[in-house]
């Protein structure tokens, strides 16, 4: 039996007991910018018996687990269609920048919260989780850079240093929210900052790797 609680999803459907508390423990991440918090909280939000963890997940970790694998297993599949798709590379860059810095502003946490279950997890629990979640993505990319070089749109480009660049240009405002406020004087990341964070982060990456 699937049980159900009084929260919704942005259609206003009934969640699940399991994805209330995955959605719980999303929220509270996001709202007070930490990781730091507890089964307590997740339940208390989440509007579920604190029971059900061990009964969906096993234990936190199997949770926060399964909350990246929500957040990013969708866009995995995503990029892979745009990867096969048939618009040009340069354009191919653009929409995969947006798509992570969307992914980012939805889930603020991403990249702590995978950083945190790597260095918690055993050597071969954290490749698995990296084959999963984190090595697409950089296959990804380095397939869309080779075909931007390969169509004399990109100049050549190490992958590794790309990804880098990338991931720390797209996440660098949600993990560090302090700057924001107290070095620029803005109290909220909104949408109108996303928009201009896409903007100007499309234009500066891809102006780098244009081919001369």
């Known amino acids: 039996m699937v049980r159900s609680t009084g929260l919704e999803n942005a259609s206003g459907q009934k969640l699940s007991a399991r994805d209330s ?11 007070r910018d930490t990781l730091d918090i507890s089964l307590g909280e997740i339940s208390a ?7 059900l963890v061990k009964y969906y997940f096993g234990n936190k970790h199997g949770l926060l687990l399964a909350l990246i694998e929500r957040d990013v297993v969708k866009s995995l599949v995503q990029l892979e269609h745009l990867v096969e798709s048939d618009i040009s590379p340069v354009e191919k860059m653009r929409i995969h920048i947006a798509g992570l810095i969307n992914t ?5 946490y991403l990249n702590k919260l995978l950083f945190m279950l790597l260095r918690e997890s055993t ?3 954290g490749q698995e989780i990296s084959d999963r979640l984190v090595k697409p993505a950089a296959d990804a ?5 080779e075909e931007g070089l390969a169509k004399g749109q990109f100049r050549p480009v190490d992958p590794m240093l790309f990804y880098f660049t990338v991931i720390g240009a797209c996440d660098q405002l949600f993990t560090a929210g302090f700057a924001l406020k107290f070095v620029f004087g803005k109290d909220e990341l909104d949408e109108d900052v996303k928009r201009d964070l896409i903007a100007h982060t499309t234009s500066v990456l891809l102006a ?3 081919a001369p």
């Open 21 to 31: 508390l995955l959605q719980a423990a999303g929220e509270l991440m996001n709202e």
């Open 45 to 51: 939000r989440a509007q579920a018996n604190s029971a």
């Open 104 to 108: 980012y502003f939805r889930s603020r």
């Open 123 to 125: 050597p071969e629990q």
């Open 141 to 145: 990319q380095r397939r869309i850079l």
């Open 208 to 210: 780098g790797i244009a």
